[in-house]
């Protein structure tokens, strides 16, 4: 088991730039594969970013490539999510969580979850 605590969310006007960061406790965690995931009001959960347990490889939904990162420090139990060029349409809770499947972008294969934190970008 692996406890994420998620910060870093606020209000930012559009086209600023919040960074989340995703404090993990446990010793597994560097060999976990990490993802955030958001949800917006009335709308369903919806796979933002994934990261390999190496940190070598990265996925992104089509929405946010290019303006969002992922990345990981596994010395500090601590995957981040900087988002760039923000959009109205990028309001959402924000969610981290972890994985010990490939599937990346499937929600259900991640068995440990954050809080969330709240992103608002205001137009």
């Known amino acids: 088991q692996v406890q994420l605590v998620e910060s870093g969310g606020g209000l930012v006007q559009a086209g600023g730039s919040l960074r989340l960061s995703c404090a993990a406790s446990?010793?597994?965690?560097?060999?976990?594969?990490m993802g955030w995931f958001r949800q917006a009001p009335g709308k369903e959960r919806e796979f933002v970013a994934a990261?390999?347990?190496?940190?070598?490889?990265?996925y992104y939904a089509e929405s946010v490539k290019g303006r969002f990162t992922i990345s990981r420090d596994n010395a500090k139990n601590t995957v981040y999510l900087q988002m760039n060029s923000l959009k109205p349409e990028d309001t959402a809770v924000y969610y981290c969580?972890?994985?010990?499947?490939?599937?990346?972008?499937?929600?259900?294969?991640?068995?440990?979850w954050g809080q969330g934190t709240q992103v608002t970008v205001s137009s």
């Open positions: 990261i390999r347990w190496t940190g070598g490889s990265t």
């Open positions: 969580a972890a994985t010990g499947s490939t599937l990346y972008y499937t929600g259900s294969r991640y068995d440990n």
């Open positions: 446990g010793r597994t965690f560097s060999s976990l594969n």
